[in-house]
Structures are given as structure tokens and as C-alpha cells.
């Protein structure tokens, strides 16, 4: 019996190979339909799996925690924040109820100079126990002890893979070494895994709580508990916390703790991405099912009479519908190794897309064994599921009438002809929904990247000074940063300097404000700059009332401020605001080397400027002098009439020459790091549209096929109305207006569809109309002309069908 079986499906097999290769058109357009469907998923899967499912090599990283506080009001002081005192770290440590471990951290650039050059590290200072907690230990060398954080105990420290190989050439003889680190001896003690990554740190180093400072938390709870639980238990320590430490300045007015996974602390919006890169990849496979569900209708149909042929001598239904599907099992089979090979190129440029720092650096996206076998199922289900309704259209039914029928296809049932139609109609909608995503999505992006910004990024470098923690008082701070400015005045091609805290536009600080006689219940946020003199000209903006604050105020450390139009236009209304005082809280932080409880004096007013806040923003901004304080970062920008890369060593080795103990932590040119940010919108473009892309590509095929499948059966109709006098415009206007109502029905449903999901869309396209008439009204356009393409060909078939050979066939 098994032997008979096996016959009978090689026999199968062979008879499946046979009937594709009669039929190349068919098995083409099958197989690459399916296999751009199969490939785009395999694709979409593998990061989707790398990223969320299997994005660490950590012990049960599943139930490891970032522990933050989170603001209920919107009044008064801090946001939120996400770091904690060690006297908070222990209270949540000895009082909680659903925590099994936690491990804190601390972040500190250091300066590694080993005599002949400084390297900087981005270092981590974490308690003893962090590698028991992730469960990984060093490949070279040991783990931490606990005796490691004891006071008065050697520093030792343990050095990412990645900075091992590239810095030190994998050498395993430095373990066991002392480094000076800022000036400190540490002495390695162990080389991590590849793959460890944590805090994304270049070393870790052994601390104690002892050290004082701001730490975050990370903590794994308890199995079973879920994050609600962990959140509540957390706040109520808390809350105990403050109310037996009254006058704490670092927490919002009402407040509550906040847990979240390990994962989403990483991948920060990138998640949403990823599940709208998902549900778009199953609209394109739904599409592709679509369309291989018609081109199988339609062999199907042309078949009717070899299988009727075949039940007449005896082949059993059963028999038959076996054949069809083996036939379905090939197809699927060649589908899946062309979608693998479209993957396998696919994943390496998507891959390359994704911005850097966006997912955990620990995540190895790669088409592994779990993908490959989802994606087979998918194809062969897929398939199969698509090659059974025509399988039993086939084998029912009387056999004479499909016996006595000359044409191909002439037992076609209006049924049928409905369910293609219907076919290419859902075809149509659910690219319209794809395509009008990714046109979306291009509309966000060149809205991003063509926004008039207020300034020109372009030629301006940016250099940040890393001061160690023992640097000294703002005066030593302000000294340097006048010889710096100096400096860089004399730097070939600089035409003009300007010292700033942060790098704008995309980063910034901000603070509550508070204006005397303003009483106000609502937050009165204001983003401000501390910077010199020089800052305003740099950047271009005009002065438009009262005067900039002068080189002798920055100097004299004067309380004063010149803000933009929109703090004058918003909390000046009608009003001249030179010469008025106003507050920002920010400075009142007690731990912050800051003027506490002082006003400052607006002096002049110039043009607003964008920043980013999730969108380009215009918002209130002020500018005051940097040197009245000494806790904020400091950066040093240029004008240049040369590249801005090209000063980066000069400006190293200026800051050098001033002080060999202060090192860069970062520079370069603020039109890359505008680049750098513009790659997440980029990606999302770049997959959005590819899959409307082959979407389009596809509705083309399933259009073809009907329309020439239609031209097939309805041969001996044309030629009796060109008998009778038709013309070839008549015929063409004929298929289409066949093609059009079907390609324009499921225009429409796909727009009504778009629009229903606009809310959806919405947070995935900032600053552009989730419902925008200009993206709507071009997608239509565009699918409505490549519907009419799809159909060009079968209508000009039709006109040259001659009457005399149509009505003789039949």
C-alpha cells in the first residue's frame, strides 16, 4: 500500500513538473507572486524575531525591569526621571515585595591615557553583582566580586569585546593590567562576551553606593508578578519614602513609579515601527494570496476539460484533487526557495537601514531556523489554501458538458467569474491601503527634511569637552572656555565661534517658568540655551527689540537674557517684555552648580528657531550667558568656510594644549547629526515603500490575468460585434471599462479603509495629515494608472482578434 502511495505521488510530482513547464507564463507569474509575498515576510520576520522575541543572550531577561518616576500633573518641577539616590536604591532594595534583584548604574565618560594617547571610554560604574544579574560571565578573565565595591578595595573594571578588538587587537596579556582611568588606577580584570552590551558601556566598572551620585535601576522580578504589581508596590515605597525625607527637590508635584521591560527601555518607539512594518508585510502577502488565488482560478478553469477527460477513464476524485494539489506543494516549494533567496538579499539592506542605536546593540538579526520554518508554512499553506477551491471546482460537477465543450474554459460559471472579479477588487484595496502608507510615510519624510529650520546647519562643527568630575569651579570651567573660543577663532576657514550648551536643533533643555505678576496653573515650559556672546551671529538669528547680551556680560556672569518672539508673543501678549524679570526653576536644583532663587533680565528679543519635540517646533526659548554656571555640558561650535570633519584633530589638540586632562566626548558637523537622525524616517520610507512598491506590482499581474483570461473566454463574443460592424475603439473602450470597474471598486473600498485606520496612521507620520487629500488623491491616481496599463495589453489583443478565425474556432 505505502509502495502504491509513493508511486503515485512521484507519479504526481512528475505530472506537476511536466504541466509548469507547458505552461511558463503561468508557473512565472505564480512563483514570483508568491515568492515577493513569501520573501518580503521572511524579511519582516526575522527582524521582528531578532528584535522582540530573541533580542538578548540574558538570563531571564523576560522579567528584567528599568525602574523609572513618571509625573501626573502638569504643573510644577521635574517631568519624571530615571535615576534614583542610593538612599532611594536602598529603600526599594529592603522594601519591596516583588523584586528578586536589582542591579544600579552610573554613567561617567573617563579619559584612559596611557602616556602616549587618551582614549575615551563611555563607562558604566555598577554594582558588584551586575554580571550574576544578566547571567553572563567574562570570556577572558573573571567576573566582579562582591568585595570588589568595598570601600578602600582596588578599582577593577571589565572591558566590552568590541573595544578589546578594535583598540587593543584582542590581546588577552592586558588582563590583569592597571589602567589609569581619569587619572585613577583601575586594573582589568576580565574581557566580556561579543554580545554583551549592557548600558551600552565600552567598560564597566565595580562601585559601591558609597560613591553617592544618580543611579539607574534595573531589577528583575518575581516570576508571576506582572508590571502593574512591580509599579505599585515600587510607588508605595516611594511615597514613603518623600514623606520621610520632606523637601526632596527632585520629584514632580504628584508623581507616581513607573516599570518597564528591559526591551522597551531599548527600542523606545521602534516597536510601533516594527508592528507597522508587520501589518503592512501582511497586506502585501494578502495581496500576493490574492493574486496567486486568481491565476490558479484561472488555470483552473482552462483545465476543466483535461479533467474531466481524466475522471472519464477512471482517475478518482480523490485521485485528481491529490494531483492539483502536489501541483500547489511544487509551486509553494519553488516559491519558498526564491522567497528565501529575495530574503536573504532583502534582510542584508534592511538591516543597513536601520539607524544605529535604535535597536539593543546586542541583537544579531539573522534568518534563523524558527523564521525559515514559519516562512515555509506560510508558503506552503498559503498555496495550498489558494490551489484548493479551484481543486474542487474541478473534480464537481457532471462530466459531459465539460466533455462536450470546444473552448477552453467555456465551463467558466458567473460564480467564478464573480470570485476573480472579487479577487482582483481586494487586490486592489489592500495595495490602495499599502501605497497610501508609504506615500504617507514619503510626505513625512520630505516634510522632515525640508523644514525651514531658522538657521543653516550647514559647515558648522560642534566639539564637546568632557571635564573630569574633579575639575574645579565654574570660574576654572568659564577660564577654559574663553581660551578655547580663542583658539578656534584663528583655526584656518572659521568664520565665526560660539560656545553652547547643547548641539541644537535636536537637543535641548528645558525649564519651568515663572514671571512675576504672571500667576499661571498651567506648565509655562520654556527651552533654554546657556551660550556666549557669539551664539546669535553663528546661528543667524536677528535681533528684533533691545539688544544682545555683550562679551563683558558673559564675563561679569550677569543675570540677564534675550529670548525669541514666541516667549515675548506667549507670556508678553501685547506687551514690551525688555526690561522684565522672570525665573526659570530649572536653576533651583539644589545639587546643581546654578544662581538658586534668581531672576534674570530679558534684554532683547530675536527670531525663533525650530527645535524637535517629536515634530519641528516653535516654542518659547531663552538664552542666557554660560558662564553662570559650572554643572551643564559645555559645547564649542564654528561657522566654517571648509569642512567642518576636517578641524576635528585641531580642535582635539587645541583642548589638549590648554588642559591634557579634558577630552572630546563628541564632535563633528551639525548637518551629519541631522543626517543621522533623519535615517529612522528614511527607514521607514525606504520598507513602506518597496512593499506598496510590489504591491502595485502585484495588483498589475492579477489585473493582467483577469483581463486577459476575460479576452480569452469572450474571443467568439468579439468577433461576432466586429462581424456586426464594431471598430477597435469600440472593443478597446469595451475591456476597459471591464478593467476599470474593477480596479476603481477597489479603489474606493481601499480609500474608505485608509481613511477608517487614519488614527492608526497618525502616530506613525508626525507633522503630515494622517487622512492628507494631496497623498489620497495621488495614490488613486497612480493605482487607477497602473490598472489601466495591467488592462492595455488584453484590450489590444481584443481589437485584433479577426472575425473569421474567432467565429471558425467556435
Known amino acids: 500500500m505505502s509502495v502504491n502511495w509513493l508511486e503515485g505521488v512521484g507519479q504526481d510530482l512528475r505530472l506537476a513538473a511536466r504541466g509548469l513547464r507547458r505552461r511558463p507564463g503561468f508557473a512565472a507569474a505564480a512563483i514570483a507572486t508568491l515568492a515577493l509575498g513569501v520573501g518580503a515576510a521572511t524579511v519582516m520576520f526575522s527582524v521582528v524575531y531578532s528584535v522582540l522575541v530573541n533580542p538578548f543572550p540574558y538570563k531571564n531577561i523576560d522579567r528584567a525591569v528599568v525602574i523609572g518616576m513618571r509625573a501626573v500633573t502638569n504643573t510644577g518641577g521635574w517631568r519624571g526621571r530615571g535615576f534614583f539616590t542610593p538612599a532611594e536604591i536602598l529603600a526599594i532594595r529592603d522594601g519591596n ?89 583601575a586594573t582589568l580584570v576580565g574581557i566580556m562576551p561579543a554580545r554583551f552590551n549592557v548600558y551600552a558601556a565600552d567598560v564597566w566598572i565595580a562601585s559601591g553606593q558609597a560613591d553617592g551620585g544618580m543611579w539607574t535601576v534595573t531589577a528583575r522580578r518575581r516570576p508571576g508578578v506582572d508590571l502593574t504589581t512591580v509599579a505599585a508596590d515600587l510607588d508605595a515605597i516611594e511615597h514613603r519614602f518623600v514623606d520621610e525625607h520632606p523637601g526632596g527637590a527632585m520629584n514632580p508635584d504628584q508623581f507616581v513609579m513607573t516599570a518597564r521591560t528591559y526591551l522597551d527601555s531599548q527600542l523606545g518607539t521602534f516597536r510601533s515601527t516594527l508592528y507597522g512594518l508587520l501589518a503592512a508585510v501582511l497586506l502585501l502577502l494578502l495581496i500576493a494570496c490574492a493574486n496567486v488565488a486568481n491565476l490558479m482560478l484561472v488555470r483552473g478553469t482552462v483545465r476543466e476539460r483535461e479533467m474531466a477527460m481524466r475522471a472519464s477513464i477512471g482517475a478518482t476524485r480523490g485521485r485528481l484533487i491529490g494531483q492539483l494539489l502536489v501541483e500547489s506543494l511544487v509551486l509553494a516549494a519553488a516559491a519558498a526557495l526564491a522567497g528565501y533567496a529575495l530574503a536573504y538579499a532583502g534582510l542584508k539592506i534592511v538591516v543597513s537601514l536601520i539607524p544605529p542605536g535604535t535597536i539593543p546593540a546586542e541583537t544579531s538579526i539573522e534568518m534563523s531556523a524558527p523564521v525559515l520554518w514559519l516562512s515555509l508554512i506560510l508558503a506552503v499553506v498559503t498555496t495550498l489554501v489558494c490551489g484548493l477551491a479551484p481543486a474542487l471546482h474541478l473534480v464537481r460537477g457532471e462530466l459531459q458538458p465539460r466533455l462536450a465543450a470546444g473552448a477552453k474554459g467555456s465551463g467558466s460559471t458567473p460564480s467564478h467569474t464573480a470570485l476573480r472579479s472579487g479577487l482582483v477588487v481586494a487586490e486592489v484595496a489592500l495595495a490602495m491601503v499599502l501605497v497610501i502608507g508609504a506615500g504617507l510615510s514619503a510626505r513625512a519624510y520630505f516634510s522632515l527634511t525640508r523644514v525651514d529650520l531658522g538657521f ?34 584663528g583655526f584656518p576657514g572659521v568664520t565665526a565661534v560660539a560656545e553652547s550648551m547643547l548641539v541644537p536643533p535636536l537637543t535641548y533643555d528645558w525649564s519651568d517658568t515663572i514671571i512675576p505678576g504672571k500667576p499661571h496653573t498651567e506648565r509655562w515650559e520654556t527651552r533654554f540655551e546657556l551660550c556666549s556672546d557669539g551664539y546669535f551671529g553663528l546661528l543667524g538669528l536677528q535681533l528684533l527689540r533691545g539688544s544682545l547680551f555683550t562679551e563683558e556680560d558673559v564675563a561679569a556672569k550677569r543675570f540677564v537674557t534675550v529670548v525669541n518672539q514666541t516667549f515675548a508673543r506667549q507670556y508678553f501678549p501685547n506687551e514690551d517684555p525688555i526690561g522684565k524679570q522672570v525665573k526659570f526653576q530649572v536653576f533651583d536644583r539644589p545639587f546643581l552648580d546654578a544662581p538658586h532663587d534668581t531672576y534674570f533680565q530679558i534684554v532683547g528679543v530675536v527670531t525663533d528657531h525650530r527645535t524637535w519635540g517629536g515634530e519641528w517646533q516653535i516654542v518659547p526659548q531663552a538664552f542666557i550667558p554660560y558662564s553662570v554656571q559650572g554643572c551643564c555640558f559645555r559645547t564649542f561650535l564654528a561657522r566654517t568656510s571648509v569642512a567642518p570633519d576636517s578641524l576635528i584633530k585641531q580642535a582635539r589638540e587645541a583642548i589638549w594644549a590648554i588642559d591634557p586632562g ?25 520598507t513602506l ?77 508626525p507633522g503630515v495629515s494622517p487622512t492628507d487629500p494631496v497623498t489620497f488623491g495621488s495614490v488613486a491616481t497612480i493605482v487607477l494608472l497602473v490598472g489601466l496599463l495591467a488592462c492595455f495589453l488584453p484590450a489590444r489583443r481584443a481589437t485584433r482578434v479577426d472575425p473569421l478565425v474567432a467565429l471558425r474556432c467556435e
Not at 566639539?463 to 568659564?478: E, L, Q
Open 662 to 686: 579634558v577630552g572630546i566626548s563628541a564632535g563633528g558637523s551639525i548637518e551629519k547629526t541631522l543626517t543621522d537622525f533623519y535615517r529612522s524616517p528614511q527607514f521607514d520610507l525606504f
Open 456 to 489: 543653516d546647519p550647514r559647515n558648522v562643527l560642534y566639539i564637546r569637552p568632557f571635564f573630569p568630575t574633579d575639575y574645579g569651579s565654574a570660574d576654572k570651567k568659564n577660564a577654559f572656555s574663553r581660551q578655547m573660543l580663542d583658539r578656534m577663532r
Open 689 to 765: 515603500g518597496a512593499f506598496g512598491g510590489i504591491g502595485l506590482a502585484l495588483i498589475s499581474v492579477g489585473v493582467f490575468s483577469v483581463m486577459a483570461y476575460t479576452v480569452s473566454l469572450r474571443t467568439h463574443e468579439i468577433g461576432v460585434r466586429m462581424a456586426l460592424g464594431a471598430g477597435s475603439a469600440r472593443i478597446l473602450l469595451m475591456i476597459f471599462a471591464k478593467g476599470l470597474r474593477l480596479v476603481a471598486t477597489g479603489s474606493l473600498i481601499g480609500l474608505a479603509a485608509a481613511y477608517m485606520f487614519s488614527s492608526v496612521l497618525a502616530s506613525r507620520i
Open 97 to 185: 515585595h516583588t523584586l528578586e534583584a536589582l542591579v544600579a548604574a552610573r554613567s561617567q565618560t573617563v579619559v584612559h591615557d596611557d602616556g602616549r594617547s587618551a582614549r575615551l571610554f563611555h563607562a558604566e560604574f555598577v554594582t558588584p553583582n551586575l554580571l550574576d544579574f544578566f547571567g553572563v560571565a567574562p570570556i577572558v578573565g573573571r567576573p566582579f566580586t562582591l568585595g570588589d565595591a568595598d570601600p578602600g578595595a582596588p578599582r577593577v573594571f571589565v572591558m566590552n569585546h568590541r573595544v578589546w578588538q578594535s583598540e587593543f587587537g584582542g590581546n588577552s596579556d592586558i588582563v590583569g593590567q592597571t589602567f589609569r582611568l581619569s587619572g585613577e588606577p
